[in-house]
Nanobody
Framework: QTQLVESGGGLVQPGGSLRLSCAASTLTLADYSTGWFRQAPGKEREGILCISRSGTVSNYSDSVKGRFTISRDDARNTVYLHMNNLKPEDTATYYC???????????????WGKGTLVTVSS
């Protein structure tokens, strides 16, 4: 069974940083396009960033520009979301999703993780 496992969430103060990890078992992330998504309470899931199979990055959220970045470590079969200057409005459950495609998209992924909670609060 394909699994994506997110980790790295937690409680952080405004202005702080976190790095989320999305680790895969039974599939090779370098063969997929992988994105990070988030869902705040009472809101729909939104796409944030995606890294394509070729390494091209797509940004789906203006609110994270200049603060969040995405990277992939093929040796560790892991995709990271680097989050800096966190704000209370970044509080959400963060999910990774992967798609067997050369191209990113902001919905309809083939596989999803179960999410990791990020809380930004003083």
């Amino acid at each position: 069974q394909t699994q994506l496992v997110e980790s790295g969430g937690g409680l952080v103060q405004p202005g702080g940083s976190l790095r989320l990890s999305c680790a895969a078992s039974t599939l090779t992330l370098a063969d997929y396009s992988t994105g990070w998504f988030r869902q705040a309470p009472g809101k729909e899931r939104e796409g944030i960033l995606c890294i394509s199979r070729s390494g091209t990055v797509s940004n789906y959220s203006d609110s994270v520009k200049g603060r969040f970045t995405i990277s992939r470590d093929d040796a560790r079969n892991t995709v990271y979301l680097h989050m800096n200057n966190l704000k209370p409005e970044d509080t959400a459950t963060y999910y990774c999703g992967t798609l067997r495609s050369w191209f990113c998209r902001d919905r309809g992924m083939d596989f999803w993780g179960k999410g990791t909670l990020v809380t930004v609060s003083s």
